[in-house]
């Protein structure tokens, strides 16, 4: 299993896979498809120069992949707590207005 490839098609599915779901314009939904294409290949790739691999080099593939997941995890985590806690206050004035206004009954 080839990192490199590996990590690019990670990427590459992330950010197709996110256009996707935030993104409503058909051109996007290409530039999707086309992100994710890219990922499955490279997917393949890696697979394929992976069989060609000894099991020691396997082995110190599937930890640089696995700490690379790490990062990326543990930065999706550290991201959402800091601009949680830099935006809660605004998004409760906010829901708080709109109660006020009698727009949207909001329940946490």
């Not at 998004?91 to 946490?108: A, F, P, S, T, V």
């Amino acid at each position: 299993m080839c990192p490199i490839c590996w990590i690019s098609g990670f990427i590459a599915a992330l950010l197709g896979g996110s256009m996707i779901a935030v993104v409503n314009h058909p051109i996007s939904w290409v530039i999707s498809v086309i992100l994710i294409t890219y990922a499955v290949y490279k997917f393949y790739e890696a697979r394929k120069k992976g069989l060609k691999m000894n099991n020691e080099t396997k082995t110190r593939n599937r930890k640089t992949i696995f700490r690379f997941v790490q990062g990326v995890v543990l930065g999706s985590f550290i991201t959402a707590t800091v601009f949680y806690s830099l935006t809660y206050k605004e998004h409760e004035r906010m829901h708080d207005l709109l109660e006020k206004h009698g727009i949207e009954k909001h329940e946490h």
